[in-house]
């Protein structure tokens, strides 16, 4: 017996034999019709109440009659629907002894009229699903059946022909034959040669190690069910010649050919249960279902780790079975590319709102939502899984005064679901009013910052922080607390630079708070260069200040420099360039400032030397001091002579300062008198024959 909530089917041979014994392999010399096969029939409308297992025939109308009889019809305990067969389109393939050569149209139509027709007459009410196909050739083709060339002058897809003949023979019946139109898909969205869904389902999938283009990939390639302006990476998009839009398509066709079918995916596979990517990937496709009006829907794999999450957040987010609304409502987002929404209320209960929310991004990200037609939100309950968490987490329950928008943090890769009261009745009673804050959630790397969590009960507290590779960097506390402030802080010194996340988990509620240390950097674009190489250092400044930027062999000596001076916050490119005057070795490039010490290294493989002089062997210039005050310094270096003209144009475009200077090839200076100008910020223009660059000059009083 089938519970209320139960939705039962079988699937019905089509393809015209079933096995006729367990003997084990069928041999390539016993393709149907054999021995080894018993042939498909219909017995009409009289049914033996014990059928006849002696015969070489199997009764497939006798069947459905049988389990009638013995479950009852639909609409009570009996089976709900019944599927035509399977996969036809691969029949040749998967079947190769049953079925060894290509379905054509024709026999897919006769036979999934026959037998659609067969089962309403014996339960009218039981559902038609049909012709299961297996991807994207079968729509369009049934795999490239043998006739159909012959229907291509009036359809595109066989999809809409199928359509097309249902309806035909439906209206000829005076009753519906097809209730839903059934399609497989398994995306062949590809990152290189790997495909999405096959790709890291084992061992490296439960770790990081996964290539990150194929993570954007699979998050990316749900779009390629709905949106009309996506272009995937597979051979789908380029023999579509655009966007694959799947759902939207089938949609179409059905109100063209048979409008009131159902639509169903019954078999769908994204890959990577074991990687979060997995888990949101299958998130996004639950809701897209939901909002372009599939009926139904089955996936292949095990709902296990992140998958079991996705299903979770919408079927049992609290696990007290609270559930994602049955209704849906109107979500868009204006960035489709990092984030999903679907939003949904429940016929049972309308003064909830839920929304699920998906970050797809590695960013952190602060959206605003905003719910047209509400006036007031009154409680807020939040639940997620995502990179930093497998399991749906309850992470936040708390009493809100919304009109109708509101600001959330959105963790990197991480899947939410809001559940939004709008009535000021039956506010749920908050037992766990534990909190967590920080004092400043972007400090330098000289700085620190304060966590402060008030534990509302005596209860076990956990805090750790991690990395964006999801390490942990270190634990604060893991143990029983009691009621009460405590505070830790947070010294940027013992982190890298980067971003992080606080993992506070009081009780049976988790916080996630998002930091970033900031800190001076260099970066090397070659790690190993030779006689006539270079390579580029790139230098980022978080903070104005005096820096230099040295570099030396293993032993420490000599000591060469490559900049020494002031440096506004922003991004600096020099070269250190080799000659054959030194030793073969590792060299260490060591940025210093009031901020942080940062240091790389490089190997020569010949004998190499860095010019002391040459940051860069292309014109370039510095002003220093910057901020100036009364003076600065143009601190240039000129591949040859030129004479060039010196402009300081402020933030009007008028030139405040002209004049001329004759560079000599090399590294050179000139003092700039900046007393008469008042304080903003300046371009600095040189500009000749060879040498034209700019360069921000800010003035301070």
Known sequence: MKSKNQFTSVTLQMAGYVAADMGGTVLSTEVAPSARWKKIKYSGSSFPSTPDITDSLVYIDECVNLMKEKLGTALDSGINAYYLDNEPDLWNSTHSRLHPAKATVNEVFKGSLELAASVKSIDANAQIIGPALSGWNGFVSLNSAPDWSSYQSNFKWFTEAYLDFFKQKSDSAGKRLLDVLDVHWYPEASYGSVRVIWSNQTNSNNNDTMNQGLIDARLQCPRSLWDTTYNETSWINSSNKGPIALLKKLNKQIDTYYPGTKLAITEFEYGASKHYSGGIAIADVLGIFGKENVYMSNIWSTTTDYIESAYKLYGNYDNNFSRFGNISIDATTDDVQNISTFASIDSSDTTKIHVIVLNKSGNLLT???????????????????????????????????????????????????????????????????????????????????????????????????????????????????????????????????????IKVTAGDKTMFIPFEVKMNTISLDRTSIGIGGYTRVTTNIVADGIVSITYSPAGGSPVRTVYNGFLATGTYIYKIYADDSSSRGTYTVLLHSQINDYSVTFENTKPLNVNTHSNSTENNFVCVPNPASNNTEIHYFATAEDNVEINIINQQGVSVVNIQHLLTPGNGSISINTDQLAEGIYIVKLSGKSFNKCEKLIIKK
């Open 367 to 501: 959206p605003t939502f905003t719910l047209n037609g509400i006036k007031n939100i009154y409680f807020k309950e939040v639940y997620g899984f995502g990179e930093y968490n497998k399991a749906v987490t309850l992470y936040s329950k708390e009493n809100v005064s919304y009109t109708n928008s509101f600001s959330h943090n959105i963790l990197p890769h991480t899947a939410y679901h809001f559940v939004l009261y709008t009535s000021p009745d039956n506010i749920p009673v908050i037992q766990n009013t534990s909190t967590a804050s920080l004092s400043k959630t972007s400090f330098l790397a000289n700085e620190t910052s304060t966590l402060t969590l008030s534990n509302s009960a005596n209860q076990q507290v956990s805090i750790i922080i991690v990395n964006r590779n999801k390490a942990i960097t270190s634990t604060l506390v893991n143990a029983m607390l009691a009621q009460g402030t405590t505070t830790y802080t947070i010294d940027a010194k013992n982190y890298t630079n980067g971003s992080y996340i």
